[in-house]
């Protein structure tokens, strides 16, 4: 069992937009504004997209944003895209010991 | 150009060791924190350990304390991943990675990964 919640899967048409959903606690997501999203297309190592919530690293599309209210994280792609298809996973910093947590993953199927 | 390359990985039987190697090159190594994550076959991401620029801040997953121990060598821009007692569920494909914002005085896993390895494999099995 993952420490964050994703839905297993999601699937739009070609320039809709979607949204993944990360649920955690207030001692994870909603306790600090240190969550990440990670695109993985099979095979390959992941890539970071978002970072400290809503931050894209230099190279990622904006079409890819990120928000948080509450003890719940968001991932929107906008403009849904045939290269876009691929394993998303949240992670987020924790007060725990562990330091770290992952989600566990949703596959997006653009149709 | 930044990169990140893994060694180290194999099939051991379970309850042996194995350690794991990372070699960093084209950034500042010892300004960064530095992780490692694993993926089962078929399955999802999952942290394993991190540790602060200066080894000052370290961090398990509760699947592998008291068994992996991380470590780094600023000199040699190297991670490290001593794993001891390994069992048939450490059977994944394991990463390094690096955190995207180095910032002195904070732990590890803050910021995000933005550079990973291409990964090594571990199978554990008799």
């Known amino acids: 069992q993952s420490a964050l919640t994703q839905p297993a899967s999601v699937s739009g048409s070609p320039g809709q937009s979607i949204t993944i959903s990360c649920t955690g606690t207030?001692?994870?997501?909603?306790?600090?504004?240190?969550v990440s999203w990670y695109q993985q297309h099979p095979g390959k190592a992941p890539k970071l997209m978002i970072y400290d919530v809503s931050n894209r690293p230099s190279g990622v599309s904006n079409r890819f944003s990120g928000s948080k209210s509450g003890n719940t994280a968001s991932l929107t792609i906008s403009g849904l895209q045939a290269e876009d298809e691929a394993d998303y996973y949240c992670s987020s910093y924790t007060s725990s010991s562990t330091l770290l947590v992952f989600g566990g993953g949703t596959k997006l199927t653009v149709l | 150009e930044v990169q990140l390359v893994e060694s180290g990985g194999g099939l051991v039987q379970p309850g042996r060791s194995l350690r794991l190697s990372c070699a960093a090159s084209?950034?500042?190594?010892?300004?960064?924190?530095m992780h490692w994550v694993r993926q089962a076959p078929g399955k999802g991401l999952e942290w394993v350990s991190g540790i602060s620029w200066n080894s000052g801040s370290i961090g398990y997953a509760d699947s592998v304390k008291g068994r992996f121990t991380i470590s780094r060598d600023n000199a040699k821009n190297s991670l490290y991943l001593q794993m001891n007692s390994l069992r048939a569920e450490d059977t994944a494909l394991y990463y390094c990675a690096k955190e995207t914002i180095a910032v002195a005085g904070t732990p590890p896993g803050l910021h995000g990964m933005d550079v990973w390895g291409q990964g090594t494999t571990v199978t554990v099995s008799s």
């Open positions: 084209g950034f500042t190594f010892d300004d960064y924190a």
């Open positions: 207030s001692s994870d997501v909603g306790g600090y504004n240190y």
